[in-house]
């Protein structure tokens, strides 16, 4: 039986009853089958069995009245004294009849009540058939049901049920009707879930395919624009064949000068293409290319904004806690928050890590300088650049930004200096930086030459591609005098050039403020810790080596630290800055940033206009008018469009060079009649590398440095060394040697220079290194090649070889 089925009384049951009947049959004395024996065979027998001593008893009763009978007679044939004696014998005789006819009529009386025992087990079978057909008909109108309910009704199948039992049944089946109910309820809520699932679905499958239908329609656009370049190309490579035929046939003709200036045009677009595609191909190989279909595809602020401003403060929190307060942090730097010109510093560091987190692009800072910047005495490991490199590279990749210090410090040994190494900034930094860092602490003695070269680079700088912000960085600077000092005593580069990032962290102004007892060579301690934050966990004798403040006059690794840890935070500021400008664009027109990535495609379309408009992926770059006017550097050289152009073969540089030097038989090469078959040529120089390292930590490779002295160096009997000139406006052009601080007073006495066919007569040394040429243009220019080519030759007759490591034009 089921669960819900009542337990049955044995007695309902045929086999039970026939059962009893044998039991009884054989007290009775009678013989009687197997209890196993089915119910027809037990009957069958039982009733033989009736018969056969019915039978018997009928004709023993029958025998024994006669006999009776006869005596009876006798006895009244003798005398009536033995009537009494008759009559006990009569009721003998009746007694004996009765107990005969008993055990006749028990056996059928017993037949009788299995019978109806039996008659009563198939009239329930009939009711139960009822009742089941009942349930299935409440199971069949309710087709929700569970596989459940259904084993539930089908339990009382073949069940008997007595008055009670059927009331207990009926509540069953009455609370089983309520269960089905409940479920049919359920049932249909799950289904109208289903349904709007099912809606949701065919929405979001509509969305996709106008997605799929968008980006299908901007690929065969892609495609036909690239057929359209590749034909307009074709065309162009036609056009260029046909004027190289044309110019052979010019200078056949003798036409010198316009033969001259087509073929410069051809070299200019041959030029031209060839780097398009050596980009392209880059761009390719990197994954990141300006513009084109992964640019037009990308989703914008692709991360998560709320988590990313968590774990900006986390890090905020963290240097807060390391440096006890902010103080220390705000005070390294000259300008500071709450000042209204650092402020608007901010603002303007602000927008351009705001356009990095936007398009997920990279933010760069490039640090220039002299030994100092490039770490010497120390790892290289532990130079404040690679120090800060660590600490905000794992926040920036939160939000995908890749963010990257570079570290374009040179030491002494070449003999560079600020003066000479600024006109290279584009060469050194590459133009793709944010941020440029400037540090020549122990070269800067003459102020009026320190306040030029300031304001000189400040402009240069602010005139690459990208506008980076120019900051500096000294390693004095005990109190705030000190600080300004270093960068301008009268405060004016930091009033007029403030707004544009310009600002200074001076490492010894903060710490001062907590204790720093000043500089002593070799020194473990900052004023507040022992060791840098890494060095805790390092060995003993690297950890007293991370303590040091200062090496000698160069910063050790915990003076290095206060550096990083000072601009990091500063950059942190912008950091929030730029997320609290890119919140409130959106919220003015009605997004919010936090769900941008759970928005529909539509939506992220309109997010995507809305951010690029405000910043776009190429950065918006100053003008010289945005600037105000130079006051300690000369119009001539400060009021100009674009930086110096440079080729420094020093090492390391991070961009690309603007002069270029062409081989002796390219068909441009204006001094191609001057070589001679078999003539050695110029050859690049690289000097030995550095080891500027403690001793213990010179075998680990992350320490080495990577300034090295390099050139292009001349031998004696050596051809000619061709230059081609970037476009000047003022038409200054200088030449370093990489050979020491002096080396200028070699290239002027073992070089001869000249510009196309004019030799220079009135060579100058300058900047130690380096000789000048030409400090501007006189009177009118005119090329015919277009471009302007300088020539390097060592002196007939001199047994000493030259080298060169910058040639500069303004």
């Known amino acids: 039986p089921s669960p819900l089925t009542p337990p049955l009384s044995p007695l309902l049951s045929p086999p039970a009853a026939l059962s009893l009947s044998l039991s009884l049959w054989a007290e009775l004395g009678f013989p009687h089958g197997s209890s196993t024996r089915g119910v027809a065979t037990a009957e069958a027998e039982a009733e033989a069995e009736a018969r056969t001593m019915g039978d018997r008893g009928v004709l023993e009763q029958e025998t024994t009245l006669e006999l009776i009978d006869d005596h009876i007679l006798g006895l009244d044939d003798d005398d009536d004294d033995d009537d009494g004696l008759g009559e006990e014998l009569m009721g003998a005789l009746h007694k004996r009849a009765l107990n005969q006819n008993w055990k006749f009529f028990v056996p059928v009386i017993i037949l009788i009540v299995g019978l109806l025992f039996t008659f009563g087990y198939f009239m329930g079978i009939l009711t139960s058939e009822k009742n089941n057909r009942f349930v299935e008909a409440q199971y069949q109108s309710t087709p929700q049901l569970g596989n459940g309910t259904l084993g539930m009704t089908t339990g009382l199948r073949g069940s008997v049920f007595t008055g009670g039992e059927r009331v207990r049944v009926e509540d069953e089946l009455k609370r089983?009707?309520?269960?089905?109910?409940?479920?049919?309820?359920?049932?249909?809520?799950?289904?109208?879930?289903?349904?709007?699932?099912?809606?949701?679905?065919?929405?979001?499958?509509?969305?996709?395919?106008?997605?799929?239908?968008?980006?299908?329609?901007?690929?065969?656009?892609?495609?036909?624009r690239a057929f359209k370049e590749e034909k307009a190309l074709e065309k162009e490579t036609e056009l260029v064949g046909a004027l190289e035929e044309k110019v052979i046939g010019m200078d056949k003709e003798g036409r010198d000068n316009p033969t001259n200036e087509l073929r410069h045009e051809i070299e200019e677009l041959k030029e031209e293409l060839t780097d398009l595609r050596l980009e392209e191909k880059f761009h390719e190989h990197s994954g990141h290319p300006e513009g084109g279909q992964k640019d037009a595809d990308k989703m914008l602020l692709d991360f998560d904004v709320d988590g990313f401003s968590n774990e900006v403060d986390r890090v905020v929190k963290m240097l807060e806690d390391y440096w006890k307060g902010p103080d220390v942090l705000t005070h390294t730097l000259l300008l500071r928050p709450g000042d209204e010109i650092y402020e608007a510093g901010v603002e303007f560091v602000a927008e351009k890590i705001s356009r990095a987190l936007v398009w997920g692009d990279k933010f760069v800072i490039g640090a220039m300088g002299s030994s100092v910047t490039a770490g010497h005495d120390n790892c290289n490991f532990d130079s404040y650049e690679r120090q800060m490199e660590r600490l905000l590279k794992p926040v920036f990749k939160k939000a995908g930004v890749d963010f990257t210090v570079r570290n374009g410090g040179e030491g002494g040994t070449c003999g560079d200096s600020f003066e000479n190494q600024i006109w290279c900034v584009r060469h050194i930094l590459g133009d793709d930086i944010d941020v440029a860092h400037y540090s020549w602490t122990y070269f800067e003695n003459e102020p009026h030459k320190v306040l030029k070269s300031h304001e000189m680079w400040i402009r240069w700088v602010l005139m690459m591609n990208r506008s980076p912000a120019p900051q500096f960085f000294n390693t004095g600077g005990r109190d705030d005098q000190e600080c300004a000092n270093a960068l301008d005593s009268s405060g004016h580069l930091?009033?007029?050039?403030?707004?544009?990032?310009?600002?200074?962290?001076?490492?010894?102004?903060?710490?001062?403020?907590?204790?720093?007892?000043?500089?002593?060579?070799?020194?473990?301690?900052?004023?507040?810790?022992?060791?840098?934050?890494?060095?805790?966990?390092?060995?003993?004798?690297?950890?007293?080596?991370?303590?040091?403040?200062?090496?000698?006059?160069?910063?050790?690794?915990?003076?290095?630290?206060?550096?990083?840890?000072?601009?990091?935070y500063h950059y942190l500021y912008a950091l929030?800055?730029?997320?609290?400008?890119?919140?409130?664009?959106?919220?003015?027109?009605?997004?919010?940033?936090?769900?941008?990535?759970?928005?529909?495609?539509?939506?992220?379309?309109?997010?995507?206009?809305?951010?690029?408009?405000?910043?776009?992926?190429?950065?918006?770059?100053?003008?010289?008018?945005?600037?105000?006017?130079?006051r300690y550097c000369d119009e001539e050289l400060c009021n100009v469009d674009e930086p110096p152009g440079c080729t420094n073969w020093e090492l390391p540089t991070f961009g690309r060079g603007q002069i270029r030097i062409l081989e002796p038989e390219h068909d441009m090469n204006p001094?191609?009649?001057?070589?001679?078959?078999?003539?050695?040529?110029?050859?690049?120089?690289?000097?030995?590398?550095?080891?500027?390292?403690?001793?213990d930590e010179r075998a680990m490779a992350k320490c080495e440095h990577l300034d090295v002295c390099a050139g292009v160096e001349g031998r004696p009997k050596t051809g000619l060394l061709t230059l081609r000139m970037p476009r000047m406006t003022v038409g200054r052009i200088m030449v370093c040697s990489p050979d020491g601080k002096e080396a200028g007073k070699q290239l002027m006495e073992n070089l001869d220079f000249w510009l196309e066919d004019k030799q220079f007569h009135d060579v100058k040394q300058v900047y130690g290194k380096c000789v000048l040429l030409q400090e501007r243009w006189q009177g009118a220019v005119h090329d015919a090649k277009g471009h302007i080519h300088v020539g390097v030759k060592v002196k007939e007759g001199s047994q000493q070889s030259s080298r060169i490591s910058h040639v500069m034009a303004l």
Request: charged residues 30%; proline residues 4%.
């Open 576 to 630: 929030k800055r730029a997320l609290g400008f890119i919140k409130t664009h959106l919220d003015e027109h009605l997004f919010d940033a936090a769900k941008i990535r759970q928005s529909d495609s539509d939506t992220k379309q309109k997010i995507r206009e809305l951010l690029a408009n405000r910043w776009p992926k190429a950065p918006k770059i100053l003008t010289i008018n945005e600037l105000p006017p130079p």
């Open 176 to 224: 089983l009707d309520e269960s089905v109910l409940k479920e049919a309820n359920n049932e249909k809520s799950t289904r109208l879930e289903l349904d709007e699932l099912k809606h949701k679905y065919n929405q979001m499958a509509a969305q996709m395919d106008t997605r799929l239908a968008k980006i299908k329609r901007r690929e065969s656009e892609l495609e036909e």
């Open 671 to 695: 001094f191609r009649n001057r070589f001679h078959a078999g003539e050695a040529q110029w050859r690049k120089w690289t000097g030995d590398k550095r080891y500027l390292i403690p001793r």
């Open 494 to 568: 930091q009033r007029v050039y403030g707004k544009f990032g310009v600002n200074i962290a001076c490492l010894q102004n903060g710490i001062t403020r907590r204790g720093y007892p000043g500089k002593k060579w070799g020194e473990i301690g900052d004023g507040m810790h022992k060791t840098t934050r890494y060095g805790e966990t390092a060995s003993d004798s690297r950890k007293k080596s991370l303590g040091v403040t200062f090496r000698n006059w160069h910063p050790g690794p915990l003076g290095f630290q206060v550096v990083s840890d000072a601009f990091a």
